[in-house]
């Protein structure tokens, strides 16, 4: 069975704090990964898909990379509107279905 | 010019009743699904389906039922609401349906059963 876990659960950091948020997955044939992030009271945003492990991408102040058990999503000198929950999901196998982890709610203080 | 909308935003009801959810996408999806946000924030998929397939999570109970007027379109049916069934309730569409493709989410429908 595909498995998502996320860490840390919470993280704050101060503004111009840079940091990184672990994605670790259990799947039988990756397709994708796949990184959004999530403001209260508001639909998953689409941040990144990555494919092969080695694979990188960057917009603005956050860089996703992966590899064959991890992914990690960075960010740089955060600021506070980066605060939000940053998903993680997988799509292995021959499945269609997402799968996704818990999440990490990200706090950037001023 | 909402890429993938729900309507409505929030549902409130009573136990035993029937309530449908709208959703629709303006993207050219082929691809559709629904998703369940518990309290605890999990994203759960329900259903996804595409003019051929309807893949269903076999843990769903049959009281949920999908159904599609056409490939821009799927409406979530729920009927004998009970009170687990509150929750954040989200679409998503993407384009084909092979798998690893970007799914784009909705705003979600906000259910409360009382």
């Known amino acids: 069975e595909d498995q998502v876990t996320q860490s840390p659960e919470a993280l704050r950091l101060q503004e111009g704090e840079s940091s990184s948020l672990n994605c670790s997955y259990t799947v039988s044939g990756l397709r994708g990964l796949f990184w959004y992030r999530q403001d209260p009271g508001k639909g998953p945003e689409f941040l990144f898909t990555?494919?092969?492990a080695g694979e990188e991408k960057e917009k603005e102040r956050l860089k996703a990379t992966l590899t064959k058990k991890e992914s990690f999503l960075h960010i740089t000198a955060p600021k506070p509107e980066d605060s939000a929950t940053y998903l993680c999901?997988?799509?292995?196998?021959?499945?269609?279905?997402?799968?996704f982890g818990p999440g990490t709610r990200l706090s950037v203080l001023p | 010019d909402t890429a993938v909308s729900q309507t409505p935003k929030y549902l409130v009801t009573q136990m035993g009743n029937d309530k449908s959810i709208k959703c629709e996408q303006n993207?050219?999806?082929?691809?559709m699904y629904w998703y369940k946000q518990d309290s605890k924030k999990f994203l759960k998929i329900m259903f996804s389906?595409?003019?051929?397939?309807?893949?269903i999570n076999e843990t769903v109970p049959n009281r949920f039922s999908p159904k599609s007027p056409d490939k821009a379109h799927l409406n979530l049916h729920i009927n004998s609401l009970e009170l687990g069934d509150s929750a954040v309730y989200f679409c998503?569409?993407?384009?084909?349906?092979?798998?690893?493709?970007?799914?784009?989410f909705g705003p979600g429908t906000r259910l409360l059963v009382l």
């Open positions: 389906y595409n003019n051929k397939e309807l893949i």
């Open positions: 999901a997988v799509v292995g196998g021959d499945g269609q279905n997402f799968v």
């Open positions: 993207l050219g999806h082929d691809t």
């Open positions: 998503a569409s993407s384009q084909g349906g092979a798998g690893g493709e970007t799914q784009y």
């Open positions: 990555l494919y092969s």
